[in-house]
């Protein structure tokens, strides 16, 4: 601790602290400019100068600046109060003051501070700028005629998101931020500059024009989208949110946003939302009344009794997820069943078999300290965005080794010094049985108390780094370092995303990682940890609260198998479109054709239209309750604005189901919060209201295996195939909700197929040519993208639009055989 | 080695200067006499043509030397390959000076008050050549380096007084000290060659003419503060340097010089050089880590100092070229001898590059202490023209103009300091009556803006609204109040900028202001430039009392609108005149306002 004096008060603070940062959590005001919180010292706007005694000469940036013992800082003088003046006189000579029209009016910095130094007259003239805006991207315009070079879009654009869209170029006054060769902006889109920049110079496109920021309601909320679990803000106004606003202070993610969650929420105002109960009457979906669709549904219900199958999605809330059950108790049925019982599910069955529970073992600020971090499936940036930020973090912030599990290159392949450890498809187990088998075989392993290592050590001498390599393509020599990095870090991670298109070896693959944190000691260490995330944003609460089959009950896939023979007559889908997203779209319709279905969402959605009764619900913009997120922490929403015509909360059909079952309901979601805290293991002592900005991990920071059982899993024979097709995440969408966003729809608008360039080559394809693939007798037909981060013979298709029809061929495969040919 | 003692040498200066004069043909001329006439038979003994660095005075370029063995070298200057033949039969065979071409005693002149340590080597080894560098004490300053502790080492440079010869003055040892104190094995070391004020070029012509001792010097360094490599970084735009100290690097990795165990002394150490990428910035030493990283060349918030975080997050200590040079003679010499050179606060030499309106401009070393005046009259011959002094720019864009009251300053860092300049990197512009002192500040800081790297925003916008009313004056649209502006966002942009250059940028206009005012009031108030050199003010008018009838103007009058006579005054016809200032650049008497 440091001591020193700001403005006569005596300050006692972290060694590490900047004076700017001392002052502030002393409640001193000092104005900045290009400060911001989560990025690194840069000191170029000079608004922040401040007198050190021990300094004097010149005027010390307080941003910058570390403190020193016995420092003496005055914060306002006559001459610190001009010099600022003079800075902001200088950034109006040239700045073109339209703020008339600029959306960054009223919550604008130079605005403020303009005010606060009352400039009210210039005594310096200059040239205004008279640079051309960026329009040509549908999200973010770029307006360089505000902008005062602050840096911030340029560094949280390197810094955090790791992407490095910007900087700055020519020099002295005709320097100016510009994106390579001075193009349009063409990126991911996360819109990290637009929540930075202090000035209107970075807008988000979308909401031009929609409102002044004073008009806004801002209402803090969690993000509908990933297990991430980020706090979004929502603007609201006339009952639609009109915008994703920023917000550091609260939340997981120091107001870091991806694509989807910025830009994202468009679908919620959508006109084509369901607004009243639908039910089939001559063959035809034909609206009714909310008391006539629930009393046929109900009807149904008891009739099916025990053979009800339910199928929910993963982005209900804990508390409707609890209502939920409580349907499904009422029937007696043990057909319940959720998105993530295709794969998250297997995942944490998994790590159950081996730690005897069943989520993350650490929080994702213990990530950002980590000093080695291995990443199993590339595609781990694009299901989670914001968590990808964070591994970044510590690569930056933290000189942490990144090495990458990979069938194909993503974004995570580019981080600074990642190892991407490329092998076959399909053959993710291959690899960690490797890493394992290096960790023991050099005696690094951490063997207290663990079982089965004997076994473990046994199973695994087939998959020495060098028969591993030969056989599934890799680099024997990077899995062995990769393996010692990871068995000597103080801090470790190791992180595994899942989701609907990586159903296979799901649970094997949870068993091998789980292994491997066994081995290194990481797994209920503090500060390292296994991270598995679920694709949805309640992944992790469909799993606490188990919705998940009941003693011999049936899970999604065999609930659908059931259905399509004709043995389950009546299924429940809640939130979710099989149709679209589940593997073999041939069983899944078949499944929907033959049962009485009823299915509550917010569009008509494909599994929709073969409905018998459809009902209308809510958004996670129209809803109170929590979210748990892929690292425990409990989060909660806040009903931004109301639900288009008579739509309800899953919450509150649920509610009504239950009365019509003659059961009682809790009243809110809060007092079934306070049930569920009674029935869900660490969830206990948790208080609904107590809930802060910064949710409640359940089972603290760091949760302790509750047994330590090494468990060997074989690997797979990579496929024999000239060409064959991924199936998995794009970075702009999230399942398929995403798909009916404008945002995310006006950068990834459509299907593709994506090549690497020598198969491009063979095939004879450029981007948007129209090509096939042929599997199984079964073809599908697309655009194609032509890329260069897949290897050869690997095709890669997102699993995300109904228009391609992917899950035809995918029927829950790791990797499919595919014919391709060009159109 | 003993031979080439024997041996006639002729010593021809390749540096830049000397090459852009045609020292490349002279060396060829000489080489092809020598064979074609069988001179080392004749003479016998052998003939060495030696590529030598800079000796200074590059006005009078291409300077060669004959040193016959058992004779005084005898300096021809303005040699060209014609006169080759002469000088090979008159003075190599016949064993007379060609008188004529033979440099006159200005030559001596200018090397009498100079003393000559740094550029010992410069100008009189073969530059390219490791033998004739170990010939001359050539490593074994770092010999002696090794055979004290590291501490001892930073002592000795301590006990020497060296001051950083960037310009800063910060003393050499004390830096040492600092990064040898950061916790940490990875260290930088990095010597700052991105000399980039207009007019200095003397790192330049040490890179050139003795890169071996700079690399010696770098060696000391990195020895006494633990580091393992050694970045050298350059500017791009000079090739010849970069070329040379190269090859001496590649010599160096190839003997075991460099590398694991350099020279069996036990330590390692490893160089690069770095081309810089013409930004003046890079000079900046937190600007110039990041354009080494890769990064744009920005300036960074110090502190952290480089000591503690520097390149890539290490402790790193940069020093000048001119700083690492001195080392080297510091461990041959000796502290105390060093020590006893210069003034109080200021130890050793410094060279200096004279440009302007100088007779001889070129590269001068002399002791601190020595005056201006000295420097400027006795070793550089005074102004050309014969032509009054008016002010001479020390320090580049960062320093200031000095007057003629101020010509007894002393070279020292606190001497400049007080009259109102730096030491700089030792870049000295002589001006004389025909230049205007507000188009002088007007040239320096336009010079700044451009080469702001953009980030602060006082750098930025206060030097391009600075310039903007510079502009205006010499325009004659000047207004009252000009002056107390300029003073004022003097002020604010000194005390707000972020690094050196922005600090230091308006100097030029404060010093100018300070000595100058009445220039600046003329051009303000009467809309006239005092010394007529301001394009926009003249007005193109034949003094009739100054015109010495010589006919030179409508010679160079490009439109003919000069109309003169043998014996008349001339006159200008001021409609056909396109204000080219041609026969006012031309005109020795001032005649033309």
């Keep these: 601790m440091v001591n020193l004096t700001i403005d006569g008060k005596q300050i006692t603070t972290a060694k590490t602290s900047t004076i700017y940062e001392a002052a502030k959590e002393n409640g001193i005001y000092i104005p900045v400019l290009c400060y911001a919180k989560k990025l690194l010292p840069y000191g170029a706007c000079r608004i922040c100068l401040v007198e050190v005694e021990q300094m004097k000469g010149r005027l010390i940036p307080s941003c910058t600046t570390p403190v020193t013992e016995g420092m003496v800082v005055t914060t306002t003088s006559d001459e610190i109060n001009k010099v600022r003046k003079t800075v902001l006189e200088f950034l109006l000579v040239n700045h073109v003051v339209d703020c008339p029209v600029c959306d960054k009016g009223g919550e604008c910095d130079l605005q403020d501070l303009t005010y606060e130094y009352e400039v009210v007259t210039n005594r310096f003239q200059g040239e205004k700028f008279d640079l051309p805006t960026d329009e040509v991207n549908p999200l973010i315009e770029r307006n360089m005629n505000r902008c005062v070079l602050c840096g911030k879009c340029v560094r949280v654009c390197d810094e955090v998101v790791g992407y490095g869209s910007y900087s700055f170029i020519n020099r002295g006054f005709e320097t100016k931020i510009a994106t390579a060769f001075d193009r349009g902006l063409n990126c991911e889109f996360c819109g990290q500059c637009v929540s930075m920049c202090p000035v209107g110079a970075i807008l988000p496109r979308p909401f031009k024009f929609k409102a002044r920021p004073w008009q806004l309601k801002d209402v803090d909320t969690v993000c509908g989208y990933c297990g991430n679990g980020c706090t979004v803000t929502l603007g609201v106004k006339d009952n639609q949110v009109q915008t994703i606003r920023f917000n550091e202070d609260t939340g997981v993610n120091h107001g870091n946003l991806c694509v989807r969650g910025r830009f994202g929420y468009s679908y919620v105002n959508d006109a084509t939302r369901l607004t009243k109960p639908l039910i089939r009457k001559g063959g035809e979906l034909r609206e009714a009344s909310w008391d006539e669709a629930l009393v046929t549904i109900a009807e149904k219900f008891k009739a099916a009794g025990k053979d009800l199958g339910i199928i929910s999605g993963a982005r209900l809330t804990n508390e409707e997820l609890l209502l939920l059950k409580r349907i499904s108790s009422a029937l007696g049925t043990h057909h319940l069943d959720h998105s993530g019982g295709e794969c998250y599910q297997g995942l944490t069955a998994g790590l159950n078999e081996t730690m005897g529970i069943s989520a993350s073992t650490g929080t994702f600020p213990q990530v950002e300290k980590c000093n080695a971090i291995l990443a199993i499936r590339s595609d781990f940036y694009e299901t989670h965005p914001v968590f990808g930020m964070v591994i970044n973090q510590a690569i930056r912030l933290n000189d942490a080794q990144l090495s990458v599990i990979a069938d194909k290159r993503g974004k995570l392949s580019k981080l600074p010094n990642a190892r991407t450890l490329m092998h076959k498809p399909g053959c993710e187990i291959n690899m960690i049985n490797a890493l394992c088998q290096v960790i023991i075989a050099e005696g690094l392993a951490k063997t207290d108390d663990l079982q089965g290592l004997a076994e473990l050590t046994k199973a695994l001498a087939d998959y020495t780094p060098e028969t591993v390599a030969k056989m599934v393509g890799a680099d024997a020599e990077a899995i062995k370092k990769t393996a010692r990095e990871l068995a000597g870090a103080k801090n470790a991670a190791i992180v595994v995303a899942y989701g609907l298109p990586y159903t296979a070896h799901s649970k094997e693959i949870a068993i091998a990682a789980s292994n491997l944190a066994l081995l290194t000691g990481i797994a209920g260490r503090e500060g390292s940890g296994l991270y598995l995330c679920g694709e949805k944003a309640n992944s992790q609460g469909a799993i606490d609260l188990q919705i998940t089959p009941g003693p011999a009950g049936l899970g999604a896939q065999q609930m659908l198998n059931s259905a399509a023979e004709g043995r389950l007559p009546v299924l429940y889908l809640v939130g979710e479109d099989p149709v679209v997203t589940y593997p073999d779209q041939g069983l899944v319709k078949k499944a929907l054709e033959k049962s009485f279905l009823v299915v509550q969402d917010l569009f008509l959605t494909d599994s929709a239209k073969y409905a018998d009764v459809v009902l209308p619900a809510a958004s996670f913009t129209e809803k109170d309750g929590t979210f748990t997120n892929a690292e425990r922490r409990i989060q909660r929403l806040r009903a931004g604005i109301k639900s288009p015509g008579e739509a309800k909360s899953d919450f509150v059909v649920f509610q009504s189901l239950l009365n019509k079952l003659q059961k009682t309901a809790p009243a809110a979601p809060a007092a079934a919060f306070g049930e569920l805290t009674g029935e869900v293991a660490g969830y206990a002592g948790i208080v609904y209201e107590q809930i802060g900005p910064q949710g409640e991990v359940w089972g603290g920071e760091t949760l302790a295996p509750l047994k330590k059982v090494l468990i060997p899993v074989a690997g797979n024979e990579p496929l024999q195939a000239e060409y064959q097709l991924l199936v998995g995440s794009a970075l702009y969408h999230s399942g398929s909700v995403s798909t009916r966003s404008k945002g995310p729809m006006s950068v990834c608008p459509e299907p593709y197929i994506e090549l690497g360039r020598d198969d491009a080559v063979t095939l004879n394809v450029k981007t948007g040519d129209m090509i096939q693939l042929k599997a199984a007798g079964v073809t599908i037909q697309s655009k194609a993208k032509v890329d260069n981060r897949l290897p050869k013979g690997v095709i890669f298709a997102p699993y995300h639009f109904a228009g391609l029809g992917l899950n035809r061929i995918y029927t829950g495969q790791s990797v499919i055989a595919v014919e391709p040919s060009k159109l | ?593």
């Design chain 2, 1 to 593: 080695m003993s031979e080439t003692a024997e041996n006639l040498k002729v010593l021809i200066c390749t540096g830049t200067g000397g090459l852009a004069s045609g020292a490349a043909s002279v060396v060829a001329a000489f080489e092809a006499e020598f064979e074609k006439k069988g001179v080392a038979a004749k003479i016998g003994s052998a003939c060495d043509v030696n590529s030598t660095g800079c000796r200074g005075l590059c006005a009078n370029d291409v300077l060669v030397d004959i040193c016959k063995p058992g004779e005084e070298p005898v300096t021809y200057d303005f040699v060209t390959p014609d006169l080759v033949p002469q000088i090979v039969d008159e003075h190599v065979l016949g064993g007379n000076p060609v008188e004529k071409k033979v440099a006159g005693p200005y030559y001596h002149q200018f090397l009498e008050k100079q003393q000559r340590i740094i550029f010992s080597r410069c100008g009189t080894i073969d530059a390219e050549s490791l033998d004739d560098f170990l010939a001359h004490r050539g490593f074994t300053g770092i010999q002696k380096a090794v055979t004290m502790s590291q501490d001892e080492v930073i002592n000795e440079v301590k006990k020497s007084g060296l001051r950083g010869r960037g310009g800063g003055g910060f003393p050499t040892g004390l830096k040492w000290s600092f990064a040898k104190g950061s916790p940490g094995d990875t260290k930088y070391l990095i010597c700052n060659a991105d000399e980039g004020d207009p007019g200095a070029f003397m790192d330049r012509s040490v890179l050139e003419g003795d890169p071996y001792g700079l690399i010696e010097g770098l060696m000391i360094g990195a020895y006494a503060i633990g580091c393992k490599f050694a970045y050298v970084y350059v500017r791009a735009e000079y090739p010849l340097a970069i070329k040379r100290l190269q090859l001496a690097i590649d010599t160096c990795y190839e003997k075991g010089f460099l590398g694991k165990n350099c020279m069996g002394l036990g330590f390692d150490l490893d160089m690069r050089i770095k081309a810089g990428a013409g930004a003046f910035v890079c000079g900046e030493e937190t600007a110039l880590m990041a354009s080494i990283e890769g990064q744009r060349g920005m300036s960074r918030p110090r502190p952290p100092f480089p000591a503690v975080r520097g390149l890539w997050g290490y402790p790193t200590n940069i020093n000048n070229v001119e700083t690492f040079a001195n080392v080297a003679y510091i461990f041959y010499n000796g502290a105390d001898w060093f020590s006893s050179i210069g003034t109080e606060g200021t130890k050793g030499t410094k060279i200096f590059a004279l440009t302007g309106k100088v007779k001889h401009t070129g590269l001068v070393e002399v002791p601190a202490g020595t005056t201006m005046k000295e420097v400027i009259y006795d070793v550089c011959g005074g102004i050309l023209n014969n032509r009054k002094f008016k002010a001479v720019q020390a320090g580049g864009p960062s320093g200031g103009c000095l007057p003629a009251e101020a010509l007894d300053a002393e070279v020292d860092y606190d001497s400049l300091i007080k009259a109102g300049a730096m030491m700089g990197s030792g870049g000295l512009v002589v001006m004389d009556e025909t230049t205007c002192m507000v188009d002088i500040a007007r040239f320096f800081l336009n010079f700044t803006r451009v080469e702001s790297c953009g980030k602060c925003i006082p750098c930025r916008i206060g030097l391009k609204i600075m310039l903007e009313i510079l502009e205006r004056i010499t325009q004659g649209k000047g207004q009252e109040g000009d002056i107390e502006m300029l003073e004022d966002m003097a002020y604010d942009i000194k005390k707000s900028s972020l690094c050196g250059l922005g600090q230091t940028a308006p100097n030029p206009v404060l010093s100018t202001i300070r000595y100058f005012r009445n220039e600046y009031e003329t051009h303000i108030k009467d809309k006239e430039c005092p010394s007529h050199s301001c394009k926009e003010l003249l007005h193109f008018r034949v003094i009739e009392d100054k015109c010495k009838k010589c006919g030179i103007c409508p010679r160079v009058c490009p439109v003919d609108a000069i109309e003169w006579e043998k014996g008349k005054v001339a006159y200008i016809n001021l409609d056909k005149c396109t204000r080219c200032t041609s026969c006012y650049d031309a005109c020795r008497f001032m005649a033309i306002d």
